[in-house]
Structure formats: C-alpha cells, structure tokens
C-alpha cells in the first residue's frame, strides 16, 4: 500500500469522525491526482469508500447517543431517492462540468467552515428519539426537500454532501453540533451506497484499491470520532476551510481552465 493510500485515507477517516463531512472531498482528489485513477472511476470509489467509513463511524457516534435516527430516515430516505438520480446523470455529465460543480461544492463548503458558527435556537422538550428537541415540531418536508437537493448533488460529483447536511440539521431541527455531525454521518453512509450503485457496472472500479483506502479511512475515523470531544472545533475549522480554498482552486486552474 502506497504512502499516498495511508496519508489520503487516513485524513479521509479524521474528516468523517471530527465534522460529519469532508470525507468525499479529500478521497476524490486524491485518487485523481495522487493515484491517477480516471476521473467517474474516481467518483466512483470515493462513493464506496465513504459509504463504508461513515457507517462504521456513525455507529460510534450512535453509541454516544449522538445520532437521530428519526431525522435520518427521512432524510435519508429522500436523499437516496435524490443520489441514485444524480449518479446516473453523472455518468453521462461531461468530466469538466462535473469537476466544476464538485469545486464550487468545496468553496461553499470553505464559506460554511469559515464563517461565524450560527446559533442553534432550541425547539422544545426532548423525546426519546431526539435528545436535543421536540420531534413533532421539525418540519420533516423541508427536510425531505433538502435530502433530495443534496442527493442529486451527492450522485452527481461523488460528495456524500455532509457540509451541506450539518447546516441543514442545525438550522432546520435544532439538534446541537454534536448530534448533527453523528446524524449527518448516519445520513451520508445511506446516500454514498445508493451513489455508489448507481455508478457500479458504469464505470470501471478498482477494488482491491478501495479496499485498501477504506481500511486505512476506517482507522482513521476511529481516531477522529474519539477527538470530536477533544480538539478546538473552531480552530480546526477554519483550518479546514482554508484547505478546502486551496484544493478547489487546484482542481479549478488544472482540471476545469487548463483540462
């Protein structure tokens, strides 16, 4: 196994433990341009890789009482519907509209990292099922909506869409940060594996690759979830915002202006 597998999984895996997210927008560029797998292979992958490491690392964040099982289903449900579409458009989308679309995803992501944490308001007593708020008060259509906006986009680029699910969560249930990202993962491991069938039998997969990345991304995950408690969120935050500007521009200037 290559030092770029171990290095690129391993962030793979502290993304998805620490924020919910980022998983996807590690693993695509680095198996585009650390490994040089063709780019919808490359999609692909990524889809497989995150739909495994999520669901192992949602599983930790359960255990914690971290994960609305309530919230994931409908969204999850919905998001499904939403991946399997975009997947199949994705196949016949041109590369350099998708590599477009999949760099402006990382700089909204960027913004969503870099600026001010909003203020989650409260929605009332808790229920068993949701910890953080009252169930019968969300407005499970708009969430519905949004699993199906982010789902296209999920299928469509190769992102599981977790920076667009942890804002989603906060602003439209009043879950605490903590359990969005243990929902959010819960949500991204569904929406990867439908992403990832709509692709499989498309396009050509490597799987003794994946298979490699995916552990070295589930250690990594293990770590990462055990520090979600642990590190500065804000610090590491902006951090991950400026990351995300860089490698978005990267792949603007090399796959989209200079393709």
Same mark, same amino acid.
Request: charged share 10%; aromatic share 8%.
């Given at each position: 196994?290559?030092?770029?597998?171990?290095?690129?999984?391993? /962030?793979?895996? !502290?993304?998805?433990?620490?924020?919910?997210?980022?998983?996807?927008?590690?693993?695509?560029?680095?198996?585009?341009?650390?490994?040089?797998?063709?780019? %919808?292979?490359?999609?692909?992958?990524? !889809?497989?890789?995150?739909?495994?490491?999520?669901?192992?690392?949602? +599983?930790?964040? +359960?255990?914690?009482?971290?994960?609305? =099982?309530?919230?994931?289903?409908?969204?999850?449900?919905?998001? /499904?519907?939403?991946?399997?579409?975009?997947?199949?458009? *994705?196949?016949?989308?041109?590369?350099?509209?998708?590599?477009?679309?999949?760099? !402006?995803?990382?700089?909204?992501?960027?913004?969503?990292?870099?600026?001010?944490?909003?203020?989650?308001?409260?929605?009332?007593?808790?229920?068993?099922?949701?910890?953080?708020?009252?169930?019968?008060? =969300?407005?499970?259509?708009?969430?519905?909506?949004?699993?199906?906006?982010?789902?296209?986009?999920?299928?469509?680029? *190769?992102?599981?869409?977790?920076? =667009?699910?942890?804002?989603?969560? /906060?602003?439209?249930?009043?879950?605490?940060? %903590?359990?969005?990202?243990?929902?959010?993962?819960?949500? /991204?491991?569904?929406?990867?594996?439908?992403?990832?069938?709509?692709?499989?039998?498309?396009?050509?997969?490597?799987?003794?690759?994946?298979?490699?990345?995916?552990?070295?991304?589930?250690?990594?995950?293990?770590?990462?979830?055990?520090?979600?408690?642990?590190?500065?969120?804000?610090?590491?935050? %902006?951090?991950? *915002?400026?990351?995300?500007? !860089?490698?978005?521009?990267?792949?603007?200037?090399?796959?989209?202006?200079?393709?």
């Amino acid at each position: 196994m290559s030092l770029s597998v171990i290095f690129a999984g391993i /962030v793979t895996g !502290l993304l998805l433990g620490i924020f919910g997210s980022g998983g996807s927008i590690i693993t695509t560029p680095a198996l585009l341009y650390l490994l040089e797998v063709e780019p %919808k292979s490359a999609i692909a992958m990524s !889809l497989g890789i995150v739909a495994v490491t999520a669901t192992l690392t949602a +599983w930790q964040h +359960w255990r914690r009482g971290n994960v609305n =099982l309530r919230i994931t289903v409908v969204f999850g449900l919905f998001g /499904v519907v939403g991946t399997y579409a975009g997947a199949l458009l *994705g196949v016949i989308t041109p590369i350099v509209i998708q590599l477009g679309i999949f760099a !402006l995803v990382m700089y909204a992501a960027a913004w969503r990292m870099l600026r001010p944490a909003p203020v989650h308001k409260s929605v009332g007593a808790a229920c068993a099922d949701c910890p953080d708020g009252n169930c019968e008060e =969300l407005d499970y259509r708009h969430i519905a909506l949004h699993g199906i906006g982010v789902g296209v986009l999920t299928g469509v680029v *190769g992102v599981g869409g977790g920076f =667009l699910i942890v804002p989603a969560l /906060v602003l439209l249930s009043g879950l605490s940060m %903590k359990q969005a990202v243990g929902t959010s993962l819960s949500i /991204v491991a569904i929406k990867s594996f439908a992403g990832f069938a709509g692709y499989a039998g498309a396009v050509s997969i490597d799987y003794g690759l994946m298979a490699g990345f995916t552990a070295v991304a589930i250690a990594g995950s293990v770590l990462g979830s055990r520090l979600c408690h642990r590190l500065p969120a804000a610090k590491l935050q %902006k951090g991950f *915002g400026m990351f995300l500007l !860089l490698v978005a521009t990267y792949i603007l200037i090399r796959s989209v202006l200079f393709g």
